[in-house]
Structure formats: C-alpha cells, structure tokens
C-alpha cells in the first residue's frame, strides 16, 4: 500500500520534543514500512505544499490533525482521493467541554467520508451525533523495545507531561505537598503560570528529552495523570512498557483494563486519591513484570497490523 501521512505543520517531524501527534505520525511511518508499505509525510501547510505531495497517487491519504480536516475534504472530492481524518483533541469523547470554536472543527470531520479514532469512547460520541461514514479505532502506539525495563523503581511518583490547567499538575502539587510520606515528581515544560512545588514532598525536574524519558521512566513506581480530557496519552503507554503502575482519571483511561489491580481511577478531589497512590506504590513490585506483559498490546507493531485492516477495509469500499 501506499500512504501519505498529513501532519499539523507545525514541529518538526520526527519530533525531538513533546509534540505528540508528530511521534504518532513518525512511528507509524516506521512501523508500516517495516511491512513493507509506502510511507511519505507531508507536514506542511497550503495549496502549493498539498498539490507537490500529489496525494491522487497514494492509496489513502492520512490527515492526523482535525484543524484542516475542511481544506484536506475539499482537495480529496476535487482531486478524487481516498482521505481518512483522526482528530487528537484530548476533549473529543466529552462534548459538554467543547470549546465554542471546536464545533466547526467536528462538523467538517463528521463531513468526511471516513475517520479514524482513537478510542471506543470517541468513536461512540460520533455515533451520538449520528455519524453515517465509516469509522474504525485505533489507539496510539508506544515504541517499547525503546523504553528501559527496571525490576527494582528507586522512586515513588511522576507526573510526567506538559504542565498545564489541562493536566491538573497545579492542584496535585498542592495537594501532595501536604503529606511526607510520598514523593510526587512534575517534569514537563511549564505552560500553567499558578505551578509550584515545594521541593520536600513534590519536585519540578525540568523538561526532559525524548531519551531522557526512554531512560529514566522506569526508575518511578506510579505514573499520575488526572488529566480533565485525554484522547490517548502517550504517556500511558510508555508509563507501561517502564513497567509503571497508572494512577489516572476517568478522562484519561482510554483503551486500558481498568479491572487490572495496577490501574487505579481517581480524581483530583476523591478523598482516596492519596491513599491509593500509597497502595500503587507498596503493590508495584509484585506487577511490574505483568506490566511491561500488558503493555505489548500496545506496541506499534501490533498497531501497524490493525492499521494494515483498516486500511484494506476502506480500500474495499
């Protein structure tokens, strides 16, 4: 097959930062050619730039960022090419947090012939509006054969991510900055100006690189992230292959098991929060083994598969 993944045009791709969306489309890149597919990017903005891609000569053109899901259906109808859409908006399963300008955004995706999500979840919110195009789930990927795998975590908790309202880091720093029993750990690029840490029981480490988190994520022994809307972190996935267990919100559970006992679901204000963070802690050692185990659903090899039939399914359409 040949394919061409449509990227936002914004960073750089592959990605030597925190740009997500740009990690999904290199990995998958990677991933299908290793099964011996044509994989081209395109991660630019324009006319000129999408004529140049000559997207008619591809079997599906991919666009994976939903701000130009309007210009790319346009092209596809003149042009006549196969375009498939999947949004990453971490409040997408979740309408009553829609942002006013979000609307026009999800009205020109619910337009395309064919999306691809991100979880059931989402895929059930276009259901609700009465989607009729063909839609399939896909879940993000995690590179883990690159993620190190420690038995024996020297460190409590890590909140790893771009320190934002979103995220919640705010609250948990204040939050576990009242207790000593447990060391709470914030790396990221700081966007929420309200952050703090009061360097006992809660510490801001920086930002880290992309080998720094293949590195050193596998020394903690719980990943926190109450996010208030996630698509599907990256995070999880790469929390996972680390061997780590997942204290997280509701919002930020897609794709996971949440009947695993190294899965817990808290929010920011449950009275429990702390407590369970202490029981993840005490159990992690006697499920770190089953955790990297669980995580390999996730790996992009088996996500370039699922791909494979989604792929094969709209090309039978």
């Known amino acids: 097959m040949r394919i061409l993944l449509v990227g936002p045009g914004i960073m750089e791709i592959p990605s030597?930062?925190?740009?997500?969306?740009?990690?999904?489309?290199?990995?998958?890149?990677?991933?299908?050619?290793?099964?011996?597919?044509?994989?081209?990017?395109?991660n630019k903005r324009g006319l000129k730039a999408a004529l140049a891609a000559k997207p008619r000569s591809y079997d599906l053109v991919h666009l994976q960022y939903d701000d130009l899901a309007g210009f790319w259906i346009i092209l596809s109808k003149i042009m006549r090419f196969k375009l498939a859409i999947?949004?990453?908006?971490?409040?997408?399963?979740?309408?009553?947090?829609?942002?006013?300008?979000?609307?026009?955004?999800?009205?020109?995706?619910?337009?395309?012939?064919?999306?691809?999500?991100?979880?059931?979840e989402i895929k059930k919110t276009f259901l609700r509006f009465h989607y009729r195009g063909f839609i399939a789930v896909l879940p993000n990927g995690t590179e883990i054969s690159a993620i190190s795998f420690s038995d024996s975590p020297s460190k409590?908790?890590?909140?790893?991510g771009k320190v934002e309202p979103?995220?919640?880091q705010t609250g948990l720093s204040r939050l576990f900055s009242t207790q000593s029993e447990l060391q709470l750990d914030f790396v990221g690029p700081i966007v929420d100006k309200n952050f703090a840490v009061n360097h006992q029981s809660t510490r801001?480490?920086?930002?880290?690189?992309?080998?720094?988190?293949?590195?050193?994520l596998t020394q903690y022994k719980v990943l926190v992230l109450l996010s208030d809307g996630e698509a599907h972190a990256l995070v999880?996935?790469?929390a996972l292959a680390a061997g780590l267990s997942l204290l997280i919100s509701q919002e930020s559970a897609a794709n996971l098991d949440l009947s695993l006992p190294f899965i817990q679901v808290a929010s920011l204000d449950d009275p429990l929060l702390v407590e369970k963070a202490q029981v993840l802690c005490a159990?992690?050692?006697?499920?770190?083994?089953s955790?990297?185990?669980?995580?390999e659903q996730f790996d992009w090899d088996r996500i370039a598969e699922k791909y494979e039939r989604i792929v094969s399914a709209i090309l039978k359409k």
């Not at 409590?156 to 790893?160: E, F, P, V």
């Not at 801001?204 to 050193?216: A, F, I, M």
């Not at 159990?283 to 083994?289: A, L, P, S, T, V």
């Open 204 to 216: 801001y480490l920086g930002t880290w690189t992309r080998e720094d988190v293949e590195q050193k």
């Open 166 to 168: 979103r995220k919640r």
């Open 86 to 120: 999947t949004s990453h908006y971490g409040y997408l399963n979740h309408p009553s947090r829609w942002h006013r300008s979000y609307w026009p955004v999800f009205l020109e995706m619910w337009f395309s012939p064919r999306i691809i999500v991100l979880s059931e």
């Open 16 to 42: 030597k930062g925190w740009g997500a969306v740009e990690t999904v489309v290199w990995q998958l890149k990677i991933s299908l050619e290793k099964r011996g597919h044509t994989v081209d990017i395109l």
């Open 236 to 238: 999880i996935g790469e």
């Open 283 to 289: 159990e992690n050692g006697k499920y770190r083994q």
């Open 156 to 160: 409590d908790l890590i909140c790893l």
């Open 291 to 295: 955790i990297r185990k669980y995580a």
